[in-house]
């Protein structure tokens, strides 16, 4: 009989632990659940192990799942600065034609599978454009280059290709070695004559 005491003792000391690990658990979960409570996974966690921050860490486990960061890099279109030049105007320095220029290879762009000789010719204008800010462009080349700007701003692009012969025939050979903008100055009119012999390009590219 002395033999199962220490049995039953030990048996209801089992059920006391039970017991009091029971209502452990039932006082746990009456207790409203708070942002604290959840970490990012959404299972309970101690309230101790995670103190509240701001951190960007803390800040990222509540939101929502759908939500989506609009990119930075999303500018708003302004058509309303679109240049526009004065037929005629024969008087515009150097870096007043260069609008027209990237006015005219976004013409071009606009053209199907002529997207990356478009690209490529505004990287060899960003050569020209950086030349007149250097004043390293003659005022009489500026003023023919103003004839060929004229012609292409409208679309006579026959004109525009005869006043780039001239205008490419009066720049010293030694310069124009250099000046790589020079060959796609030629390949811009030269794209968008063909272009528009073919119906692609016209007035309905006028702004």
């Known amino acids: ?17 039970l017991d009091s690990s029971m209502a452990e658990r039932s006082s746990f979960s009456s207790r409203p659940a708070t942002s604290s409570s959840f970490n990012k996974e959404g299972t309970p966690t101690s309230s101790n192990m995670f103190p509240s921050s701001t951190s960007e860490e803390c800040i990222s486990q509540f939101t ?3 939500y989506v960061e609009s990119p930075q890099s999303i500018q708003s279109l302004d058509t309303g600065n679109i240049p ?12 007043e034609l260069m609008p027209f220029l990237f006015k005219a290879a976004d013409k071009l762009h606009a053209i199907k599978d002529k997207q ?3 690209e490529g010719i505004k990287k060899r204008l960003i050569q020209l454009q950086n030349m007149f800010n250097e004043n ?5 080349l500026i003023r023919n280059l103003n004839y060929v700007v004229d012609s292409i701003e409208y679309e006579n692009y026959q004109q525009a290709w005869e006043h780039y012969n001239r205008f490419s025939q009066s720049i010293p050979e030694e310069m124009s070695k250099s000046w790589f903008w020079l060959s796609s100055l030629k390949m811009l009119i030269s794209e968008l004559k063909g272009a ?5 390009a016209g007035s309905h590219f006028r702004s």
């Not at 528009?196 to 692609?200: C, D, H, L, N, V």
């Open 84 to 95: 526009k030049k004065v037929r005629g105007d024969l008087d515009l320095t150097g870096l």
């Open 196 to 200: 528009q012999r073919i119906g692609s």
């Open 64 to 66: 929502l799942p759908n």
């Open 116 to 118: 990356a000789k478009a």
């Open 1 to 17: 009989m002395n033999e199962t005491m220490p049995s039953m003792n030990s048996s209801s000391s089992f059920y006391d632990f």
């Open 136 to 140: 390293k462009i003659p005022e009489h």
